[in-house]
């Protein structure tokens, strides 16, 4: 009985864990700059950007670079009013660009990330790329 149970509750977890990445909303994104995320500097490159089911973490992962990051949304936001497509939002005004938010256009708010604050001398520049939806490569 007992190893009975142990089966079970490891099929449970393993359908729980294909059902969350089958899930998963992936996307494309092609950075043509440096940026902070998730506290770690990452090169330029072409992004697959992947939320978990539940929006509680994003990751960008880089495979030309064979660099990844996880980075935790702080809250959740409006939508930004460039259209309707999903975008990523950097803050560009000092040293390299940081993340700061994530909207994906799948029904849920836009995810947004913590980052360093413009100094009062300097100018906030907001750099938005657009997503594409990524197919399996």
């Not at 929006?55 to 660099?67: E, M, Q, S």
Request: charge should be positive; aromatic fraction near 6%.
């Amino acid at each position: 009985m007992k190893n009975l149970t142990s089966k079970l509750m490891i099929t449970a977890a393993a359908v729980a864990m294909v059902t969350g990445v089958a899930s998963a909303e992936s996307l494309k994104a092609d950075i043509p700059f440096a940026f902070r995320a998730g506290g770690k500097v990452m090169a330029p490159g072409t992004y697959r950007v992947t939320t978990s089911d539940a929006k509680h973490y994003v990751v960008l992962a880089n495979f030309a670079a064979k660099d990844s990051v996880i980075a935790v949304p702080v809250a959740q936001t409006n939508p930004p009013k460039s259209g309707n497509d999903p975008v990523i939002t950097f803050d560009c005004g000092r040293g390299p660009c940081e993340l700061v938010r994530l909207w994906t256009a799948s029904g849920y708010p836009a995810l947004k990330f913590s980052h360093s604050k413009s100094g009062s001398t300097e100018q906030a520049s907001l750099t938005e790329i657009r997503l594409v939806r990524a197919n399996g490569d």
